[in-house]
């Protein structure tokens, strides 16, 4: 089951632009992670929010979640070419058994021009 | 730095071959998790498992078993493989039975099915 949805599925801005995803989501949720992947490798976290938060920070990214809403976003400011990549949300679900297990939207692929 | 390591950066395996994709990870983390990644579809959870031994189905479950012998080994088993197993296989680990943290990602096996 796809829990979240990111949107747009692309963005391409230039280099020193703020960039700025949105996800939506359908259940409630622990927690909402992002993650960045680039050319088909592996993803990174970026960054946890957890349901009680409404707003985090990590250097150049900012992220926002609106559980009223069911939707979060997150803002690279000042973006760098070194930021094309494709960019993840995933909400933190409880499993049958009680562990946590992550389900992860279909991304927005981030292009920077130079 | 945590490490999440898959056997196999490209496999090709034949129709009705069985496939194991091998996943360690060195950091002593509780759960560990199996996606494929698919082009329009995302990450979609195949299997996790989250103590030695213990495992729990995911979204699309079909197909595939796993095997968790060792607290830092996960291995990924496909009994008969078929071309729409062709796809781009993550592993993941994270510490915790339930605490809200990131995933740490292996760089993931490129499968293909002839």
């Known amino acids: 089951s796809q829990q979240g949805e990111e949107d747009p599925q692309a963005l391409s801005i230039q280099e020193g632009e703020n960039a700025t995803m949105n996800c939506s989501y359908k259940?409630?949720?622990?927690?909402l992670q992002w993650y960045r992947q680039n050319s088909g490798r592996g993803l990174v976290h970026l960054i946890l929010?957890?349901?009680?938060?409404r707003e985090k920070h990590s250097g150049r990214l900012r992220v926002t979640l609106d559980t009223s809403k069911k939707s979060s976003s997150l803002l690279i400011t000042a973006s760098r070419a070194a930021d094309t990549a494709s960019y993840f949300c995933?909400?933190?679900?409880?499993?049958?058994?009680?562990?946590?297990?992550?389900?992860f939207g279909q991304g927005t692929r981030l292009t920077i021009n130079p | 730095d945590v490490k999440v390591t898959q056997s196999s950066r490209y496999l090709v395996k034949r129709t009705g071959e069985k496939v194991f994709l091998e996943c360690v990870q060195d950091m002593d983390h509780e759960n560990m998790f199996w996606y494929r990644q698919d082009p329009g579809l995302g990450l979609r959870l195949i299997y996790f498992?989250?103590?030695?031994?213990?495992?729990e189905k995911g979204d699309i479950p079909e197909g595939y078993s796993v095997s968790r012998e060792k607290k830092e080994r996960f291995s990924l088993i496909l009994e008969s493989a078929s071309t729409n197993q062709t796809s781009m296989y993550l592993c993941?680990?994270?510490?915790?039975?339930?605490?809200?943290?990131?995933?740490?990602f292996g760089s993931g096996t490129r499968l293909t099915v002839v």
């Open positions: 259940t409630s949720i622990n927690n």
């Open positions: 995933a909400t933190g679900l409880r499993s049958i058994q009680g562990a946590q297990k992550l389900v």
């Open positions: 498992s989250y103590d030695v031994k213990m495992k």
């Open positions: 929010i957890r349901s009680n938060e």
């Open positions: 993941a680990s994270s510490p915790y039975y339930w605490g809200g943290y990131g995933y740490t």
